[in-house]
């Protein structure tokens, strides 16, 4: 059974800092692009950053110099650090899984009709 289990949301004041963290299983680490999405009622699902197996990153201009991705291939985990927090960053976090490869093509970042697996979401919630 797939699993992407999310935690580390909560509220916090803007201008301070969150992590988020996510654990999968059920399907092989290493051949997936991770990434955090985050959704706010009547608006798009917004990429903000993924992250490969071999390292290479990639963020949304939202998440630029405020937010970092990395993993841990050996914990099938993938993390988000959120500093710098603004009240626009109020949103749903999701974890989600990408394949790298289609059809032997490897695709960075992968489009969003890829991710395959989805996480239950955690709520992060920054005060003015």
């Known amino acids: 059974e797939v699993q992407l289990v999310e935690s580390g949301g909560g509220l916090v004041q803007a201008g301070g800092s969150l992590g988020l963290s996510c654990t999968a299983s059920?399907?092989?680490?290493?051949?997936?692009?991770m990434a955090w999405f985050r959704r706010v009622p009547e608006k798009e699902r917004e990429m903000i950053s993924c992250?490969?197996?071999?390292?290479?990153?990639y963020y949304a201009e939202s998440a630029q110099g405020r937010f970092t991705i990395f993993s841990d291939n050996a914990k099938t985990t993938v993390y988000l650090q959120m500093d710098s927090l603004k009240p626009e960053d109020t949103a749903v976090y999701y974890c989600?899984?990408?394949?790298?490869?289609?059809?032997?093509?490897?695709?960075?970042?992968?489009?969003?009709?890829?991710?395959?697996?989805w996480g239950q979401g955690t709520q992060v919630t920054v005060s003015s």
């Open positions: 989600a899984a990408a394949p790298a490869y289609i059809g032997g093509t490897f695709g960075f970042p992968p489009p969003i009709d890829n991710y395959r697996f």
């Open positions: 059920g399907f092989t680490f290493g051949d997936y692009v």
């Open positions: 992250i490969s197996s071999h390292g290479i990153t």
